[in-house]
Nanobody
């Protein structure tokens, strides 16, 4: 089992940037395919970005393509989400997720481990 802890959320004006981090404890992140999801009030949790175990083939939701970048540093046991040109509709709680099942997916049901979430609020 792996415990995930997100950080880096906050309040930012539209057009600004934030970098989220997700640190794993007790197990090496290199064992897991990872992803970021987000959940706005009253909405379903939705896929944002995913990256494979060794860092290859990242892919993104259409809504964030070209603005967000997912990356990982397995030596530091940390997953990142660089968010640029933020929009008010990006406001949500952001979660990192991990799976050891050998799949990389846009579906939240493919992921077994979740962090507690970090709030991102973008003002207009």
């Amino acid at each position: 089992q792996v415990r995930l802890v997100e950080s880096g959320g906050g309040l930012v004006q539209a057009g600004g940037s934030l970098r989220l981090s997700c640190t794993a404890s007790e197990r090496s992140l290199s064992n897991y395919n990872m992803a970021w999801f987000r959940q706005a009030p009253g909405k379903e949790r939705e896929f944002v970005a995913a990256i494979r175990r060794l860092g290859g083939s990242p892919y993104y939701a259409e809504a964030v393509l070209g603005r967000f970048t997912i990356s990982r540093d397995n030596g530091e046991n940390t997953l990142y989400l660089q968010m640029n040109n933020l929009k008010p509709e990006d406001t949500a709680v952001y979660y990192c997720a991990a799976t050891a099942r050998g799949v990389s997916s846009r579906s939240r049901y493919a992921y077994d481990y979740w962090g507690q979430g970090t709030q991102v609020t973008v003002s207009s």
